[in-house]
Nanobody, 116 residues
Framework: QVQLVESGGGLVQPGGSLRLSCTAS????????MRWYRQAEGKEREFVAIITRIGGVTNYGDSVKGRFTISRDNAKNTVYLQMNSLRLEDTAVYYCNANWAPYEYWGQGTQVAVSS
């Protein structure tokens, strides 16, 4: 059974940092393209970051470029999202996604709240 478990969310002040983790079981993250998405209340799910399965190429949504960093630790079978300079508008539930067509898996999400 495949599981993606996100952790690391919480409440942080504007300008602060958090690091989210997505730990996989049942799959090997290095064999999958891994993405982070987020969904704020009342809004559609938004792409945040990607790290490709081949080459580990990274890319980011425009709203987080220069502030967020996605990385992968193959030994821990975990993908991270380092979030710096957090803003109020970064408040959302953050989801981990693993994709290697035709297989796709989602985590349950972790809440990030940015508030003063």
């Amino acid at each position: 059974q495949v599981q993606l478990v996100e952790s690391g969310g919480g409440l942080v002040q504007p300008g602060g940092s958090l690091r989210l983790s997505c730990t996989a079981s049942g799959i090997t993250v290095s064999r999958y393209t891994m993405r982070w998405y987020r969904q704020a209340e009342g809004k559609e799910r938004e792409f945040v970051a990607i790290i490709t399965r081949i080459g580990g190429v990274t890319n980011y949504g425009d709203s987080v470029k220069g502030r967020f960093t996605i990385s992968r630790d193959n030994a821990k079978n975990t993908v991270y999202l380092q979030m710096n300079s957090l803003r109020l508008e970064d408040t959302a539930v953050y989801y981990c996604n693993a994709n290697w067509a035709p297989y796709e898996y989602w985590g349950q999400g972790t809440q990030v709240a940015v508030s003063s």
